[in-house]
């Protein structure tokens, strides 16, 4: 199996520009989740799907962050407009169980720079 | 008010020793733990903890939950360079369905 496979690795844009981070979960796996992880805050959880159904979005930090899983094998992080202070590395995360009952595979991660 | 602290936040250690990393968790809808290492890219799965009192134990590694004292360990021994590495805790959370909260992280330094 490929894992999770998340893109781009590295985006580095400009304050005011938009930011779409994107994951292809393991085939297979019902939950979907989408983390941040800074120094300051450390891994935090964005929002998480189940069965393509948003279940908790109470982590996104505001109404600039939307996500959306369309299908099975895609989901998007998008960011409009971006600022300075979410740069961080966003982390991709699926699981066949809930997380809490069983493992998260992590893809590794987009790191995103603000500018 | 954080769900998860982890102690220390850093460790330097030698080769060959035995460290002990810590990890207190809020019982309020608690449902697991677990403890995920990250090197340098994406947090990897070590182990998941739901009864208390029972070691799992993974070649030098090993983990124990107290659910009375609300806390669990994880045990390196005999430890090597390739122990270094960020060790995250986890609770998981009966909340808006199950969330899993992460701790700060342990920064782990083995040096040779």
């Known amino acids: 199996d490929a894992g999770v496979i998340q893109s781009p690795r590295h985006e580095v844009t400009e304050m005011g520009q938009e930011v779409t981070l994107r994951c292809k979960p393991i085939s297979g796996h019902d939950y979907l989740f989408w983390y941040r992880q800074t120094m300051m805050r450390g891994l935090e959880l964005l929002i998480y799907?189940?069965?393509?159904?948003?279940?908790?979005d109470s982590g996104m930090p505001e109404d600039r962050f939307s996500a959306k899983m369309p299908n099975a094998s895609f989901s998007t992080l998008k960011i409009q407009p971006s600022e300075p202070r979410d740069s961080a590395v966003y982390f991709c995360a699926s699981s066949s169980r809930a997380g809490i009952t069983g493992e998260l595979f992590f893809g590794e991660g987009s790191r995103l720079t603000v500018l | 008010e954080d769900k998860v602290v982890q102690s220390p936040l850093s460790l330097v250690v030698h080769e060959g020793d035995t460290v002990t990393l810590n990890c207190s968790y809020e019982?309020?809808?608690?449902?697991?733990l677990l403890w995920y290492k990250q090197e340098k890219k994406a947090p990897t799965f070590l182990f998941m903890l739901t009864s208390s009192g029972i070691e799992k134990k993974s070649g030098r590694l090993s983990s124990i939950l107290d659910k009375k004292e609300l806390f669990s360990i994880l045990n390196i021994t005999a430890t090597q360079t390739g122990d270094s590495a960020v060790y995250l805790c986890a609770g998981g959370y009966m909340e808006y369905g199950n969330k899993l909260v992460f701790g700060a992280g342990t920064i782990l330094r083995v040096k040779s």
């Open positions: 799907f189940n069965n393509n159904v948003p279940i908790d």
């Open positions: 019982v309020t809808n608690f449902r697991s």
